[in-house]
């Protein structure tokens, strides 16, 4: 067979040999060694009082076992830059998608207070005690009486007009 | 699948298809395909977990009282025996690399005993869990539930089935993964005892080792997230 093979342009001497880096076994010991440090860590922080910093603190160690299993046990250290962007943009993704729907769930409350718009939990009556736990107002019998008023006025008649004649005010102290 | 493309040596080159230029490229471009499915995994457990981070910010309380239920010790054994099957996963790909069958196989049943060790200390947790009334979503017990938290000296607070809906969720998924995991590997077990695979080719040993990883990964952020952080 005297066809020349080519790769991107250039042609290759033998197309059948495979040239890929080995890393020595003393590698993968050495970073199972450290992932094995790395869980013994997280589990003992978790025994420390550290508040809302304990949370940063795990998914820090978190990352640094994920980056060494990334690295060096999906071999992506020693793999073409094109398998890092691939690995990266999905990372991106993830950020993208956590942060959008975190900030938007954050501001939340102010919206809600703003458009005086209620939750209510219609579970039932084994969920009383619950409710008790749940409720985020204090004057929420105000806001169920309001909200059945609405649905009232909106069931009852669909050719009534649409406002309800008589509400009670939210906002009263 | 297999296309002899001249005449070929040895059988570790007999799956090179004619329409690659080298053996090498066509090994990057199935790696970068197992890439690219491993990003959709990454984002289907990515929703999983902003469920739990979200949970997290409107009720902490309850995240707080219902998590101190979860089993810290079932859960440090399973991350320890999952990033043990990680090793030998990686030093059954590098013992292809160098050539070693023997090496493939004995690493590859490491990997899948491992993975079984896994799923049985799952069994356990999971059977100790529904013995105390702690089910998914709205099977959940409440009245044994808080009985069992009180003898260990914590309060359920609020709506703890939301909580234990995304835990059995989350590991649940795992655990349907590692169970697909341990019949991929299976196959690769098959084949690597027939000899299929060499220094110069051995793509499925180094995607499923890929796929493996990926489960370790998903599990390694898992642990803290739901067992240990308060």
């Known amino acids: ?173 | 699948m297999s296309s002899a493309h001249g005449q070929s040596p040895k059988p570790p080159h007999a799956f090179f298809q004619h329409h690659y230029n080298t053996v090498e490229q066509q090994a990057g471009a199935a790696k970068l395909g197992m890439r690219a499915f491993l990003a959709t995994e990454i984002l289907m457990f990515s929703g999983l977990f902003l469920a739990y981070f979200i949970i997290r910010m409107f009720y902490p309380e309850m995240v707080l009282g219902s998590h101190e239920l979860l089993s810290k010790t079932m859960g440090g054994i399973n991350t320890v025996v999952l990033l043990t099957s990680s090793f030998t996963m990686a030093m059954a790909v590098r013992s292809a690399q160098v050539g070693n069958t023997k090496g493939i196989v004995i690493n590859l049943y490491l990997t899948i005993a491992c993975a079984c060790i896994f799923m049985v200390v799952k069994y356990f947790e999971y059977t100790g869990k529904f013995e105390n009334g702690i089910f998914p979503g709205k099977y959940f017990d409440y009245a044994r539930a808080s009985e069992y938290a009180r003898a260990h000296g914590h309060e359920l607070v609020g709506l703890p089935h939301i909580f234990f809906g995304i835990y059995f969720c989350m590991t649940g998924l795992h655990g349907v993964h590692v169970l697909v995991g341990i019949g991929v590997l299976i196959w690769i077990l098959v084949r690597a005892k027939k000899g299929h695979f060499g220094p110069q080719y051995f793509t499925p040993v180094e995607n499923v080792g890929l796929y493996w990883h990926i489960v370790d990964l998903v599990w390694i952020f898992l642990f803290p997230l739901l067992y240990l952080v308060k």
């Not at chain 1, 107002?137 to 069931?155: C, E």
Request: aromatic letters at 12%; one cysteine or more; glycine letters at 4%.
């Open chain 1, 1 to 173: 067979m005297t066809t020349k093979t080519f790769l991107n342009g250039k042609p290759i001497e033998d197309a059948i040999e495979v040239y890929e880096h080995v890393s020595p076994m003393s590698l993968y010991v050495k970073v199972l060694a450290a992932l094995f440090v790395l869980t013994g860590l997280t589990y003992a922080v978790s025994f420390a009082d550290l508040g809302p910093a304990s949370l940063w603190v795990a998914m820090g160690v978190a990352f640094a076992k994920a980056t060494l299993v990334c690295m060096f046990f999906m071999h992506l250290k020693y793999d073409e830059r094109y398998h890092v962007f691939v690995f990266l943009s999905t990372i991106i993704f993830v950020a993208i998608f956590f942060m959008f729907t975190i900030f938007d769930l954050q501001s939340r409350d102010r919206l809600n207070e703003e458009q005086e718009t209620f939750f209510r939990i219609n579970q039932g009556a084994d969920w009383d005690e619950a409710k008790k736990t749940n409720r985020p107002k204090p004057g929420d019998a105000k806001a169920d009486a309001k909200m059945d008023a609405k649905a009232d006025a909106k069931n009852a008649d669909p050719k009534a007009p649409a406002k309800a004649p008589a509400k009670p005010d939210p906002k009263a102290p």
